[in-house]
């Protein structure tokens, strides 16, 4: 709960205006699409939100699950991630 409550903390405290600054901030993050959408990992959780660096620097939590779920669904294949984005329309 612990990491969950960190990321939340580091996103609300942000000051990111572009993907290096979150990267430098969060070595977790993995940019999968966009320059927009990241999954960090969470203790033995993945989490995927899109992060908006230009407008109001809103975090939208997409998708979050265990890393087992992530293989199952996302099979770490980052073409696989932009299918499932468009089909669930955030992209």
Do not use: Q
Not at 29 to 34: F, K
Request: with cysteine; charged share 25%; hydrophobic share 40%.
């Amino acid at each position: 709960m612990y990491e969950i409550n960190k990321l939340i903390l580091d996103i609300e405290n942000s000051k990111w205006k572009t993907p290096i600054d979150l990267t430098e901030h969060r070595t977790d993050a993995d940019c999968v699409y966009g320059g927009e959408f990241y999954f960090f990992n969470i203790n033995i959780h993945r989490t995927l939100i899109l992060i908006e660096f230009e407008e109001n620097g809103e975090a939208t939590f997409v998708w979050a699950g265990s890393h087992d779920e992530y293989e199952l669904i996302f099979k770490n294949n980052r073409s696989v991630i932009k299918k499932w984005l468009r089909n669930n329309s955030w992209i």
